[in-house]
């Protein structure tokens, strides 16, 4: 049987509030109710729960596609009040679109013995696609909630919900 967990990617205060660097609109909110219930639905099943959080250096070179943003140490980079994670949740810092790109996520998975990640979270199609590409090729299963993300951008959205669903196989629900 396969032992899942729930991977909550970028919602953090920058993405997610309207005054945030690189808000990403007014579906935030929604996304911020859908995640916080299937937030829930993972702690009651005991599921563990890995929030994955952009934490840019100051000068970090993504900055020359994207406006600063979710810096370590200031407000913009923190999960929003209403899903702070609990003690004993995962927090996995990124740097790069994919959660796997340079960071402790393949082994904190392998440790927990996952072999299928839930994912939540935005922007569908930047760091959830990109993340999603890296664990399909890991060989993860991945199950993509559609009500549980978002991008600034609704076209792209769908593509890459049709992308995740259709090259990489991942279950889009
Ligand atoms: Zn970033």
Redo the contacts with the bound molecule.
């Keep these: 049987m396969s032992k899942k967990a729930l991977m909550v990617i970028?919602m953090l205060r920058d993405f997610i509030e309207p005054d945030g660097r690189?808000y990403i609109g007014t579906t935030a909110k929604n996304v911020v109710e859908a995640v916080g219930r299937e937030i829930e639905k993972a702690r009651s099943c005991q599921w563990p729960i890995i929030y994955v959080c952009?934490t840019?250096s100051e000068d970090?070179s993504?900055f020359r596609m994207?406006p600063s943003?979710?810096v370590m140490g200031t407000p913009g980079a923190d999960v929003v009040d209403e899903l702070k994670p609990h003690p004993g949740d995962k927090i996995i810092p990124k740097?790069?679109?994919s959660a796997f790109f340079q960071t402790d996520l393949d082994l904190t998975l392998r440790e927990l013995d996952i072999d299928e990640i839930v994912l939540v979270g935005v922007c569908t199609n930047i760091?959830n696609l990109y993340t999603a590409a890296d664990a399909r090729m890991l060989n993860y299963k991945v199950t993509a909630l559609r009500d549980c993300m978002s991008s600034f951008d609704e076209a792209a959205h769908e593509f890459a919900l049709k992308e995740m669903e259709q090259t990489l196989g991942v279950t889009v629900v």
């Design positions: 970028d690189l952009d840019h970090d993504e994207f943003h979710c740097r790069r679109y760091c």
